[in-house]
Nanobody, 130 residues
Framework: QVQLVESGGGLVQAAGSLWLFCAAS????????MGWFRQAPGKRRAFVAAINCSSGSPYYGDSVKGRFTISRDNAKNTVYLQMNSLKPEDTARYYC???????????????????????WGRGTQVTVSS
C-alpha cells in the first residue's frame, strides 16, 4: 500500500519562496521515480517536476524551469520541492505522485524515459498573492 502525505503549502507573496514536502510510505521508494503535479481551480492537473530513482536526475515542466527544484532523500523516504520566484499563476493544489501503478495513471515522458505516475497524495494548497 502506498501513502503519500504532502505538507509545506501556504500563502506567500509573489517573488517569494516555499518548500513542499512529501513523506512517502512506499516499499519500493528508492526504486521509484517521484514527482509533483498541481491543479488550479477549473484546470486540469498539470505536471510540475519529476526525479529519477537511481541517478536523482530531475525533469521539469516548462512553466517552472529555473524556479523550482525537486530533490529526494531515500533514507528519509521524502521528496522535496523548492519553489522560488513564485508567481500568482503558481497558485494551485500541489500533489505528490509515485511511479507505482494504482489508479489515475498519468504518463510523463522525461529525459530518462516514460514514468507512469499512479499513486497520489491528497495535496497541499499553495496560494501566491500579487
Amino acid at each position: 500500500q502506498v501513502q503519500l502525505v504532502e505538507s509545506g503549502g501556504g500563502l506567500v507573496q509573489a517573488a517569494g519562496s516555499l518548500w513542499l514536502f512529501c513523506a512517502a510510505s512506499v516499499r519500493t521508494f528508492s526504486r521509484s521515480a517521484m514527482g509533483w503535479f498541481r491543479q488550479a481551480p477549473g484546470k486540469r492537473r498539470a505536471f510540475v517536476a519529476a526525479i529519477n530513482c537511481s541517478s536523482g536526475s530531475p525533469y521539469y515542466g516548462d512553466s517552472v524551469k529555473g524556479r523550482f527544484t525537486i530533490s529526494r532523500d531515500n533514507a528519509k523516504n521524502t521528496v522535496y520541492l523548492q519553489m522560488n520566484s513564485l508567481k500568482p499563476e503558481d497558485t494551485a493544489r500541489y500533489y505528490c505522485a509515485a511511479d507505482v501503478r494504482n489508479e489515475n495513471i498519468v504518463v510523463v515522458t522525461t529525459t530518462w524515459g516514460a514514468v507512469y505516475f499512479g499513486s497520489w497524495g491528497r495535496g497541499t494548497q499553495v496560494t501566491v498573492s500579487s
